[in-house]
């Protein structure tokens, strides 16, 4: 097999439509098949449904309405035969061995020989799966089990048998790699694979933990959340999450295939208030709610928890634990006295010793076992990184106490550490007690991992640049969120001038959750509130510069963007030569939200950029309406595909699938530019003036007549339709860069002085988002 | 004095802007297949004909240069015809029949060809460079003001309620979806041809459309407003073509002449209530007629809004069995151009077959103008 050009996928439901629209996400055309209902008057009926559920899903299963054009959708009866086009069949069906393997003899009928086939299954071993099937079959056979959802859990479980033919599996993980950007974890053929084998652990441990100590859900959650750094669902909160029906079901069916001698069976115990709930439609979200709800009654909406001990509702108390808030690190929840503590070690000290009894069993590799952990159920740090930041010999030692068995590679850490750096490599431990370094997948590199040995060229309070080989350099914005300040500014223009003496090309580009969220509202908030409007006045003016020295440097620049890159951090992008975004990258120019216009030369580029789209009408309104119509709503884009309609991105802009690959193609990207440079040429605008200004501006009065825009954002669309329209510009005036920089400036000047802007201000730092006045 | 008629009359089918089934066709084509039909149809010569004038609201893209001319072309019309591009807004094709009228009137000729197109699909209303005089918009903010705004102010001017808007729209509905079912709207349509095969049929009449289902929709243009998508007239794609001429060239020609034009009026008003324009317009045009109300048999009254038509009717102490027999533009639409042809050969028709005297053809016009064309049975 050479290559996956084509892929089926089998089983309609939300996992089989989910993984149908991930992979035509990465652009691959997809047939998405399932049954026909009896006396189904749309013998596609079920695909077709799903792909209408994916298309109104929240979060977006899609990454743009072209992706779910890529979905054909089919039946098995009629279309079965079309499974000799694809290069990989995906089955997502049911969870019973017969009906599985029914299929596969109907699959193996028509498929041509060499065709991937892997099963999503989350709980039948793949042995299972193939015996009684025939050579041909199990050598291409293989498991695949993704993550819900799809398209935004990174993690995808592999499970190959001893007849599957290597080769085969390698270009089904290097797909999922590239082209789906998944981390692929090896697993060994066991039930529950990894990360469900222990999160299921975990969560079921939890839930009897809580009951056995009387401790309220809202308080388990905030005990097992942010401490172990954990999503601050916790337990019960990413209960409701997944839906309560799931835990039965999965549960059920480890216990089924376990053998009796493992710890699951001790910790497991039958839930008949789970049961209820589930039975009154309380499955989690997608339901009625589950241990939380909205209780809509009065027609005012109050948050409840369950109540473990009486199983009736009542409202949610908020967590007050001062003594939760001031310990640091898992290890000081753990020391606590009382219940918090107790009840953190009665989860943790069970889900560690299992997680280390799963060495050898589940995958031999301690890495691997973390990496599930955090891609599969989102955790900051694996069970193995977790014990070195407890403690081995304090696991160790509090398991013995309790009268648990200690797991052998546990008792055998002897003062070690699963994880160390030596000469500036990381290193892990192995099942035989030897340190092997780390490897990262060829085509992977991460700025952490240069870190460990390098030392930055430049570093200041709010960024660094590092070298990272080749001639090329790497800016990383370090504040708080990645905000920018007059720090980011200074240091970027230190960085370009040492770049351009020094090196050959620059990549903006960091490992934070959000590349930028833009630039630091508290800062602006205080200045303002000294009325230190010069100095506001004067920050403006340094961004504006510093990009511009960024945009004509004479060497490429290419932003690498991950997360939300908004504000200012989108008007980075929009100076680079380049851009390699990563697909889940959320760009826009949100200034309009938070009472402001875009003054970095956000409005500048976004003008150059439409009005040289050939695809839009001639004449001087058009490009201007288009760039309006986006940054007065403060749209983001919700992909990097999206940014590009958006022309946030342009066409020629890289998107990387995988996260961990994003650093590499960027630095590829940069120097593929290296040679023969030349700076872009400046913009030059030709813009209508204050007709086009009062066109504009009549648009957003409709907005607001229709209660869709509010008076201030009337004002704020007034100064954005001052800037885009060029300010008194004739049409027949030709616009340089400097001209448009002026006005945004003093738009931004005039706005920044008005009461609502800094309501906004203060809002978006107290709630996270702009007050609507 | 030389009487003018009305000898003919098509359309293309109207359907919804954007996602109907003409909505990829170009208007310039679309209008061309009508007046083809049109002219085919009346059996005559096409070198008899003086000139094409069509009204198009928004002349530029693929309705811009001098549009007129060039459906001139497409619809093999002898190049001897004229082509002239006319706009008054919604008025722009009963300005072409008025047009024509007075250049019979003067001898400048006995056939013309009064078309209108426009297709909202594929050139935005305000066109593609909106660029209002910022001095006049301080002025007269309403000679810029938006068509639903207008709406609103008629509606609280004129005390029409919501409700009875709603009522409104629900039996234009039902009367076009009956004329439909019925076949009496066939006869004025001219199948268009398209990629996607023939087009021969409305795509905006709702025939369920109901007084619960519209109570349902939000204000479209004003949060405490009382107009909805489903009490305006919808944007619409869609061509019109009228036939007129001497009263003695169709006697020459054999034509079967569907009204006699008795008398026509244009007539300005306050932008802010543009919808009421029918009402000076159709007064003066009666006046000029020496007729009343009374007299009218037939009336079709363009339904921008809902608001604006009661509006007129109540104003106008119209009856209501004769306004829009067959339903009005808030169920078939409202291609800004062709409307006006639309309902001025509307009228002639619906005079020949449902007999009566007088009939009115009467539309308001945004800026702030109403015009009415009186048609008298032959």
């Known amino acids: ?773 | 004095m030389t009487h003018v008629v009305i000898a003919g009359y098509a359309r293309s089918p109207f359907t919804p802007a954007k996602k109907g089934a003409l909505a990829r066709v170009r208007p310039d084509d679309l209008a061309a297949q009508v007046v083809r039909k049109l002219v085919a149809g009346a059996g005559l010569p096409s070198k008899d004909i003086e000139d094409l004038i069509v009204g198009c609201a928004f002349p530029e893209g693929e309705q811009g240069f001098n549009v007129a001319r060039l459906i001139g072309m497409l619809a093999d019309l002898d190049l001897t015809v004229g082509g002239v591009t006319v706009n008054r807004f919604c008025g722009s094709s009963m300005q072409s029949v008025h047009m024509a009228a007075g250049q019979i009137a003067l001898g400048a000729g006995e056939a013309f060809l009064c078309a209108g197109v426009e297709s909202m699909s594929r050139v935005p209303m305000m066109g593609f460079n909106p660029l209002p005089n910022p001095a006049l918009h301080g002025k007269r903010p309403g000679a810029y003001m938006g068509m639903g705004d207008t709406a609103e102010n008629v509606a609280r001017r004129w005390e029409i309620s919501r409700a009875d808007q709603e009522a409104f729209a629900v039996g234009s509905h039902r009367k076009a979806a009956r004329a439909q079912g019925e076949g009496r709207l066939a006869a004025e349509i001219v199948p268009i041809a398209t990629k996607g095969g023939p087009v021969e049929a409305d795509g905006c009449i709702r025939a369920d459309a109901s007084a619960e289902g519209l109570a349902a929709l939000k204000p479209a243009f004003q949060r405490d407003g009382t107009v909805t998508a489903g009490t305006a007239s919808p944007l619409t794609d869609g061509a019109s073509a009228v036939l007129v001429c001497s009263e003695a060239y169709a006697r020459r020609a054999g034509l079967t002449p569907l009204a006699r034009i008795a008398a026509v009026a244009i007539s300005g008003c306050e932008p802010e209530v543009m919808g009421i324009g029918p009402v000076a317009a159709s007064r003066k045009a009666m006046a000029r007629a020496g007729i009343t109300a009374d007299a009218l048999s037939v009336v079709e009254l363009n339904e921008a809004f809902a608001s604006q038509a009661l509006a007129c009717i109540r104003d106008l102490g119209l009856r209501e069995e004769t306004v829009n027999i067959d339903g009005g533009a808030i169920a078939l639409g409202h291609p800004l151009g062709a409307t006006g042809a639309r309902i001025v050969g509307k009228a002639a028709a619906l005079l020949a077959r449902e007999g009566g005297r007088f009939a009115l053809a009467t539309q308001c016009i945004g800026g702030g103008q109403g015009i009415a064309t009186l048609l008298e049975r032959v």
């Open chain 1, 1 to 773: 097999m050479t290559g996956i050009r084509k892929v089926a996928v089998i089983g309609a439901g939300v996992m089989g439509s989910g993984i149908a629209a991930h992979i035509a996400n990465a652009g691959v055309p997809v047939l998405l098949m399932d049954i026909v209902p009896e006396g189904a008057a749309d013998r596609n009926g079920l695909a077709r449904g799903a792909v209408a559920g994916m298309l109104k899903a929240e979060p977006a299963a899609f990454m743009s309405p072209r992706a779910a054009k890529l979905v054909e959708t089919l039946n098995l009866e009629d279309h079965l035969d079309r499974l000799r086009e694809v290069d990989w069949i995906v089955e997502v069906v049911i969870e019973r061995l017969d009906a599985k393997q029914a299929l596969y003899r109907r699959i193996e009928a028509v498929r041509k020989p060499g065709t991937a086939v892997s099963s999503n299954t989350s709980t039948i071993p793949l042995d299972a799966l193939v015996e009684g099937m025939p050579e041909a079959f199990a050598k291409d056979f293989l498991i695949t089990h993704f993550f819900n959802p799809p398209r935004y859990m990174r993690l995808l479980e592999i499970v190959t048998g001893p007849r599957t033919d290597p080769a085969l599996a390698a270009t089904v993980a290097d797909f999922a790699d590239r082209r789906l950007g998944k981390s692929i974890v090896r697993c060994k053929d066991r039930p529950g694979f990894i990360a469900n084998r222990l999160g299921i652990f975990w969560i079921q441990n939890a839930i009897a933990a809580a009951d056995d100590l009387g401790v309220p859900v809202e308080e388990a959650d905030a005990v097992m959340g942010r401490p172990f750094g954990i999503p601050k669902t916790g337990v019960f909160g990413l209960v409701d999450l997944v839906g309560l029906d799931l835990i039965p079901h999965t549960t059920r069916s480890l216990r089924a295939a376990l053998p009796p001698e493992d710890a699951f069976h001790a910790t497991f115990r039958e839930m008949p208030l789970i049961a209820r709930l589930i039975a009154e439609g309380y499955t989690g979200r997608k339901g009625k709610g589950g241990f939380y709800r909205l209780n809509r009654e009065g027609g005012r909406k109050t948050k409840e928890a369950i109540d473990l001990g009486t199983g009736a509702y009542r409202p949610s108390a908020k967590v007050d634990l001062p003594e939760l808030k001031e310990a640091k690190g898992p290890r000081a929840v753990l020391d606590l006295p009382g219940r918090v503590g107790d009840y953190a070690w009665r989860v943790m000290g069970p889900t560690l010793a299992y997680a280390a009894g799963l060495v050898g069993e589940a995958s031999d590799d301690i890495a691997a076992i973390d990496e599930a952990m955090r891609l599969g159920y989102n955790w900051k740090w694996g069970p193995f990184e977790l014990i070195d930041r407890i403690g081995g010999a304090f696991v160790a030692g509090r398991l013995a106490e309790d009268g648990c068995a200690v797991p052998p590679i546990l008792a055998g850490l002897e003062g070690k550490t699963f994880y160390r750096v030596e000469n500036g490599q990381r290193q892990v431990l192995t099942a035989g007690g030897e340190y092997q370094t780390l490897v990262r997948p060829e085509g992977v590199l991460r700025l952490e991992d240069i870190k460990l040995s390098a030392k930055p060229l430049l570093k200041n309070g709010s960024a660094a640049l590092w070298d990272i080989g080749d001639g090329v350099t790497c800016f990383e914005f370090t504040s708080q969120a990645n905000a920018l300040d007059e720090q980011t500014m200074v240091l970027l223009g230190k960085a370009i001038k040492l770049v351009k003496a020094q090196y050959k090309a620059l990549v903006i580009y960091n490992e934070g959750a959000n590349f930028s969220v833009g630039a630091n509202l508290g800062l602006a908030l205080f200045a303002a509130n000294i009325a230190a409007w010069g100095e506001i006045e004067k920050l403006v003016s340094l961004g504006q510069q510093t990009y511009g020295h960024l945009k004509y440097a004479p060497f490429p620049v290419v932003s690498a963007p991950s997360g939300m890159a908004l504000g200012g951090g989108c008007e980075i992008l929009l100076h680079s030569d380049a851009v390699q975004a990563h697909a889940e990258s959320y760009i826009g120019l949100v200034e309009a939200g938070v009472g402001l216009v875009p003054a970095w030369g956000g409005c500048k580029e976004m003008l150059a950029r439409w009005q040289g789209n050939p695809a839009l009408p001639k004449g001087p309104m058009p490009a201007v309406a288009k760039v309006f119509e986006t940054v007065s709503t403060a749209t983001v884009a919700k992909s990097a595909q999206e940014a590009r309609d958006l022309l946030f991105l342009r066409p020629e802009d890289g998107i990387t699938m995988n996260r961990d690959r994003l650093l590499a193609d960027a630095k590829a990207r940069a120097l593929a530019m290296v040679e023969g440079y030349a700076p872009p040429e400046p913009a030059s605008l030709t813009l209508p003036g204050p007709s086009g200004a009062l066109a504009l501006r009549m648009a957003a009065e409709g907005f607001a007549n229709r209660g869709i825009a509010t008076a201030h954002d009337l004002v704020v669309a007034g100064e954005l339709a001052r800037v885009l329209s060029g300010g008194g510009a004739d049409l027949l005036d030709t616009l340089d860069e400097d001209a448009i920089l002026d006005l945004e400036r003093e738009g931004f000047m005039r706005l920044v002085r008005t009461e609502a802007t800094l309501e906004r201000f203060e809002s978006v730092i107290e709630t996270g988002r702009p007050v609507r006045n």
